[in-house]
């Protein structure tokens, strides 16, 4: 079973930007891939997914401000996020729908 790390998160200013990065114990170039994020007591919403193919899709709530990318060379999954704002404050996860496996996720705050 793949396990994900998740890394890239911190603490950033509104309007500005985090490169979030999701490298797989193996291969995931076949799999389907997505990123998710919690904030406090919320339910832990969905934000965009590339598949096998690499078809994209996105939430609303991150369209035309993230970017979801994969390099299959380095079996890591990034989410490229811009123009942050802090509602985007939260845990961010990725995941693996092959598998069904979760990386521990990175934090991400948006603060002046």
């Known amino acids: 079973q793949v396990q994900l790390v998740e890394s890239g998160g911190g603490l950033v200013q509104p309007g500005g930007s985090l490169r979030l990065s999701c490298v797989a114990s193996?291969?995931?170039?076949?799999?389907?891939m997505g990123w998710y994020r919690q904030a406090s007591e919320d339910q832990r919403e969905w934000l965009a997914t590339i598949t096998r193919r690499g078809s994209i899709n996105y939430a609303d709530s991150v369209k035309g401000r993230f970017t979801i990318l994969r390099d299959g060379a380095k079996n890591t999954v990034y989410l490229q996020m811009n123009s942050l704002k802090p509602e985007d404050t939260a845990v961010y996860y990725c995941?693996?729908?092959?598998?069904?496996?979760w990386g521990q996720g990175t934090p991400v705050t948006v603060s002046s």
């Open positions: 193996g291969s995931i170039v076949n799999f389907p």
């Open positions: 995941k693996d729908y092959h598998s069904g496996t």
